[in-house]
C-alpha cells in the first residue's frame, strides 16, 4: 500500500498485525522526577499494580513518587471508590510536599467507566492544589504514548500570553541536552521553555505568537492541543546526529526569522572526527521491530552514515509530526505498519541483520537465538540529542555490534 501526504510517494504498508511494547504508564519512569514536586496517582487494577512495581522496583529505595491505587470489587458495588481515592490524595499530600498531582486513568478504569475527571476535580478543590486527569490506555499505544498523554494534560494550565512571544520546546530531555539547547538559543530575544516543565509554576505561555518545536515523534495529542491554540508548529527533522541537529536548529532559526551561524562547520566538524566510527556503520543491515515511534529517525540517522535498513516497521505513523523525517529518509526504504510477526522473524532468517533493534519483550530471545540486539528502550532514557550526543548515538549501535 503507498500512502501519499508527504513531499515524495512513500512505500507504507499496513501489515494488520501487533506489536510488543510496554505499557504507556512506563512513561511516569522517566517523568516523575522531571516536574518538581508532582507525584502520579495510577487508578488501576493489581496488574497496572505489578508493573509498576516491577518495572520501577530499582527507584524505591529514593522514595518515588508514584504509587498505585487499586480498585477492588467491593469499591465499584459500594460506590465507595471517589471517598478511598479523596483519602489517598490527603495521604499523600500529607507524606510529601506536592505542587501537582496526576491521576493517571489506566485502561481498567476507562473499561469500569470511572469518572476519573470528576475525582480530580474534587480532589483540586480539597487540596488546593492542581489535580489533573491524564487517560492512559495501553490497549493500542506504545508505551512512549504516556509522555504525550501526560504533557497534553499540562497544555490545558498553559496561561495565554497574546502579547509575548516565545518558544517552547516540547517533550521531556535530559538536563545536560537541555542545558545544551538553551545554550543554542541563548541570543534568541524570546523567552525560551520546557514543556514539561521544572515545576508546575513555570507552565510556559501558549497564544498566536508562541512558537512550538517537538523534540519526539510521539507527541501527536500535544501536538493537537497547541496547534488549536494557535501555535505555530515548526517542521523539522528530530535532533539525533550531527546533520538532524544542524537542520533541525535551522528551522526553529528560520520560522524565528533569526540567521543560523556556524551549524554547518560544527556539523563538519563532527563528522571528520568520528570518520572511523561511522564506518563501523557503513554496510551493516539494521532490523527494527515496532516499539517506541523513534524507529523512523532512527533508520534516517542510520542510513546517513550508509546503513542498510532491511526492515522498518513502526507502532503508527504520526504524519504531521514526522512529515520533514519522511522527506529525509531515504525513498527506497519500505516503512510497514502493524507488521507481522511471523513474516518478521521469516525475514531475519532470510536477510541476517548485523543488529536488530527490539523491544524488551524479545530481545532476550533474539539473544539465544545468536543474534545481535540492541534494546529499543535505551533510545528513550538516554540522552541521544544535539550535537554533543552524536558520538554517544552511534556507539549505541556500534557497541551493540560487538
Known amino acids: 500500500m503507498c500512502k501519499r501526504g508527504f513531499a515524495t510517494v512513500r512505500n507504507i504498508e499496513d501489515r494488520a498485525g501487533c506489536f510488543f511494547s510496554f505499557c504507556p504508564l512506563a512513561a511516569i519512569g522517566w517523568l516523575h522526577r522531571k516536574i518538581k514536586n508532582s507525584f502520579y496517582l495510577v487508578i488501576g487494577s493489581p496488574v497496572c499494580e505489578s508493573f509498576i512495581q516491577n518495572a520501577f522496583g530499582m527507584m524505591l529505595f529514593a522514595k518515588p513518587r508514584f504509587a498505585t491505587a487499586v480498585i477492588e470489587e467491593y469499591d465499584l458495588f459500594l460506590g465507595t471508590s471517589p471517598k478511598r481515592i479523596l483519602e489517598f490524595a490527603k495521604e499523600i499530600a500529607n507524606g510529601y510536599k506536592i505542587d501537582v498531582l496526576f491521576l493517571l486513568e489506566t485502561c481498567p478504569s476507562q473499561l469500569l467507566k470511572l469518572d476519573v475527571a470528576r475525582w480530580a476535580e474534587i480532589a483540586s478543590a480539597e487540596l488546593e492544589i492542581p489535580v489533573i486527569n491524564v487517560p492512559i490506555s495501553g490497549l493500542d499505544a506504545s508505551f512512549t504514548e504516556g509522555e504525550d498523554s501526560i504533557l497534553s494534560s499540562l497544555v490545558d494550565l498553559c496561561p495565554s500570553d497574546a502579547h509575548r512571544p516565545n518558544l517552547i520546546l516540547v517533550g521531556s530531555l535530559a538536563g545536560s541536552v537541555e542545558s545544551e539547547f538553551l545554550y543554542e538559543f541563548r541570543n534568541l530575544k524570546h523567552p525560551v521553555s520546557f514543556l514539561p516543565p521544572a515545576a508546575i509554576g513555570e ?33 523539522t527533522v528530530f535532533p539525533l546526529g550531527a546533520s538532524a541537529s544542524r537542520q533541525f536548529f535551522e528551522d526553529v532559526f528560520n520560522a524565528l526569522g533569526v540567521s543560523a551561524k556556524g551549524l ?11 570518520a572511523e566510527l561511522h564506518g563501523r556503520i557503513f554496510g551493516k543491515k539494521f532490523f527494527f521491530f515496532p516499539d517506541t515511534q523513534l524507529e523512523i ?71 539465544q537465538k545468536g543474534y545481535k540486539v540492541k534494546h529499543s528502550m535505551d533510545f528513550i532514557l538516554l540522552p ?19
Do not use: W
Not at 510556559?204 to 488549536?228: C, G, M
Not at 550508509?306 to 507502532?315: A, D, K, R, T, Y
Not at 532468517?349 to 539473544?367: G, M
Open 203 to 235: 507552565l510556559p505561555s501558549i497564544s498566536e505568537k508562541t512558537t512550538a518545536v517537538f523534540l519526539h515523534p510521539y507527541l501527536e495529542q500535544t501536538r493537537k492541543k497547541l496547534a488549536a491554540r494557535g501555535c505555530n508548529i515548526v517542521s
Open 264 to 274: 554547518a562547520e560544527r556539523e563538519a566538524n563532527i563528522f571528520a572526527r568520528n
Open 297 to 367: 529517525p532512527l533508520a534516517r540517522f542510520l542510513s546517513s552514515l550508509g546503513g542498510e535498513i532491511v526492515e522498518l516497521s513502526v507502532p503508527k505513523i504520526n504524519t504531521k509530526l514526522l512529515s520533514k523525517e519522511l522527506e529525509f529518509l531515504d525513498n527506497g526504504i519500505a516503512i510497514i505498519e502493524r507488521a507481522d510477526f511471523n513474516e518478521q522473524m521469516n525475514k531475519i532468517l532470510l536477510t541476517r541483520p548485523d543488529l536488530i533493534i527490539a523491544p524488551l519483550a524479545l530481545t532476550t530471545p533474539l539473544l
Open 384 to 402: 541521544i540529542q544535539g550535537f554533543s550526543n552524536h558520538r554517544s548515538l552511534v556507539e549505541l549501535f556500534t557497541n551493540a555490534m560487538i
